[in-house]
């Protein structure tokens, strides 16, 4: 079965970093391009950044410069590191498998909920 | 403001037919696949079409996609309870180099 499973979420206060995981399982990890996708709440879907197979990676305008996406294909596990939060990042933040220039993102995780508060 | 624009919102009676839009530009979906995904309440997003009109595994054909020029839709037909949820279009910028999302349609069936 195929499994992406998101960490690292939490609170975190204002001006702080945050290093999100998602370990995926059940299908060729390094055969795939991945994806972060956010969800404010109450809001709508927001990309965030994808990897490619060769490790070439994109980033939201507006998130650039702040963000670091990257994977273990040996581990199978998806990063995305994210610094100088603010309280516009509170967000649900979801891995999916697969690139918006592709075959779109056709399995999520559950996603992990980002809280940025003093 | 998003990148590609959805109707807010949609309703329709069971057994009805939706159409939902999804409007962008030359640099997105008029150049690139468009895919659509379906967000039931409090749970992740399912991908319902890819590659403009296709469906994965397990996704009735009472739902379809299409494309024309800088628009695409998707047709939902046979409406059920259960498709009650959110609806987001998404697709690749090519000018930008991002991802890019519609506001997202919230589809109640009356």
Not at chain 1, 32 to 60: C, E, F, N
Not at chain 1, 101 to 108: A, E, I, K, M, Q
Request: hydrophobic fraction near 30%.
């Amino acid at each position: 079965e195929v499994q992406l499973v998101e960490s690292g979420g939490g609170l975190v206060q204002p001006g702080g970093s945050l290093r999100l995981s998602c370990a995926a399982s059940g299908f060729a990890f390094s055969s795939y391009p991945m994806t972060w996708v956010r969800q404010a709440p109450g809001k709508g879907l927001q990309w965030v950044s994808s990897i490619g197979l060769g490790g070439d990676t994109y980033h939201a305008d507006s998130l650039k410069g702040r963000l670091t996406i990257s994977r273990d294909d040996s581990g199978n596990i998806l990063f995305l590191q994210v610094n100088s939060l603010t309280a516009e990042d509170t967000a649900v933040y979801y891995c999916a498998r697969g690139g918006m220039s592709t075959s779109g993102l056709d399995c999520w995780g559950r996603g992990t909920l980002v809280t940025i508060s003093s | 403001q998003s990148v590609l624009t959805q109707p807010p919102s949609m309703s329709a009676a069971p057994g009805q037919t939706v159409i939902i839009s999804c409007s962008g530009s030359s640099s997105n979906l008029k150049n690139n696949y468009v895919s659509w995904y379906q967000q039931l309440p409090g749970t992740a997003p399912k991908l319902l079409i890819y590659e403009t009109h296709k469906r994965p595994s397990g996704i009735p054909d009472r739902f379809s996609g299409s494309k024309s020029g800088t628009s695409a839709t998707l047709l939902i037909t046979g409406l059920q309870a259960g498709d009650e949820a959110d609806y987001y279009c998404g697709t690749w910028d090519s000018s930008l180099s991002v991802g890019v999302f519609g506001g997202g349609t919230k589809l109640t069936v009356l």
